[in-house]
């Protein structure tokens, strides 16, 4: 399961670029949260994967085979994929541009885009978990956000969470959990929102590290 689990791991390891440092203490008590895996899913449909793409001035981000179109605005920069390659397989100098069929088959996870406001670090992460690579864990969405919100309970402490609840990203539906906690006197909120396709989990996380108002941006780029 550890190696299932790396993707939640990962994504929590980039929670740290915006400025949040661990908890030092563990609150004595964490929410009880039940795990939806007991009917782990058959994955029905094989979906043959590419990474999406942005064009020339890194403004729209299109990929076909999830259906995720994001159009940018204002200030917001795009992470480059030697960082998402560092950070989500742990070496910078796999170029993710050059993935062959195989690669998509093998790897559980794949890196697909970061994009990010500057001036608050506030940022949108969006990375797939391959259902069918050896070692992946298939359960329901809702399972996937259990298993969020219990490894983030592990990090942080005082958790506020909600959901799940259905969110529309670039037209399709996701189950989505909102978190929230505070860390170093910064007040963090973020929006984990996962959907099946095919033998791909898309997973989209929103972390929202100073100004409010970076959430609901960040998310009407999808729409």
């Known amino acids: 399961m550890k190696k299932a689990l790396c993707i939640i791991f990962s994504l ?20 009880a949260v039940e795990e939806n895996i007991a009917e ?19 403004k729209v981000f299109t990929n076909e085979t999830t259906g995720i179109l994001i159009s940018l605005s204002g200030t917001y ?19 993710l541009s050059s993935w062959t069929d195989a690669d998509y088959e093998r790897e559980i996870n794949v890196p697909e885009t970061q994009f990010y406001n500057p001036f608050t670090n506030s940022n949108c992460v969006i990375v797939y978990e391959n259902l069918l690579a050896e070692n992946a864990l298939s359960i329901t969405e809702d399972g996937y956000l259990d298993i969020f919100l ?12 909600s959901g799940p609840y259905d969110l529309s990203l670039s037209g ?9 906690y505070t860390t170093q006197d910064i007040p963090i909120a973020q929006k984990v929102a996962v959907r099946k396709t095919g033998n ?3 997973v989209v996380v929103f972390t929202d590290a100073y100004d ?9 780029f999808f729409n």
């Open 172 to 180: 399709c539906n996701y189950r989505t959990l909102d978190i929230s």
């Open 77 to 95: 920069d795009v992470t480059s994929d030697d960082e998402l390659a560092e950070a989500y397989l742990g070496d910078s100098n796999v170029d």
């Open 150 to 161: 219990k490894n983030i309970n592990d990090i942080y402490e005082n958790i506020e969470s």
């Open 212 to 220: 409010p108002a970076d959430m609901e941006t960040m998310i009407s």
């Open 12 to 31: 929590l390891v980039m929670i740290t670029v915006t400025g949040c440092s661990p908890k030092q203490e563990k609150a004595e008590e964490t929410p």
């Open 200 to 202: 791909y989990m898309a």
């Open 40 to 58: 782990e899913p058959t994955v029905e449909e094989t979906v043959k994967f590419s990474r999406g793409s942005w064009d020339g001035d890194k």
